[in-house]
Nanobody, 128 residues
Framework: EVQLQASGGGLVQTGGSLRLSCAASGFTFGEYAIGWFRQAPGKDREGISCISNFDGTTYYVDSVKGRFTISSDKRDNMVYLQMNNLKPEDTAVYYC?????????????????????WGQGTLVTVSS
């Protein structure tokens, strides 16, 4: 059974940093992609950053490029999202999700329906 546990959210001021963690278990980590999504109040869930442990490709939505960095630790089955220069518009519940052998060629668009396994969310609040 695929299990995902997101953690690391909190309250931070504008310009601050947080690192989110996604602990994965119950599946062959190296054959899955892990994605980070977020959902702000009243808005749709959006994919913000993903990494394919299958082929190493990554994805970032334009709004976080240059500020967020995704990384994967295959030894510990962890995926991290380092978030720097946070802005109030980054405030949301952040979720991690997993999908088998998903890759992210250049120009990919990531949607929540691309992923079938989800963890619970962790709240990130950026104060102005």
């Amino acid at each position: 059974e695929v299990q995902l546990q997101a953690s690391g959210g909190g309250l931070v001021q504008t310009g601050g940093s947080l690192r989110l963690s996604c602990a994965a278990s119950g599946f062959t980590f190296g054959e899955y992609a892990i994605g980070w999504f977020r959902q702000a109040p009243g808005k749709d869930r959006e994919g913000i950053s993903c990494i394919s442990n299958f082929d190493g490709t990554t994805y970032y939505v334009d709004s976080v490029k240059g500020r967020f960095t995704i990384s994967s630790d295959k030894r510990d089955n962890m995926v991290y999202l380092q978030m720097n220069n946070l802005k109030p518009e980054d405030t949301a519940v952040y979720y991690c999700a997993a999908e088998y052998r998903l890759t992210f060629p250049r120009g990919s668009l990531v949607r929540p329906r691309d992923f079938n396994s989800w963890g619970q969310g962790t709240l990130v609040t950026v104060s102005s």
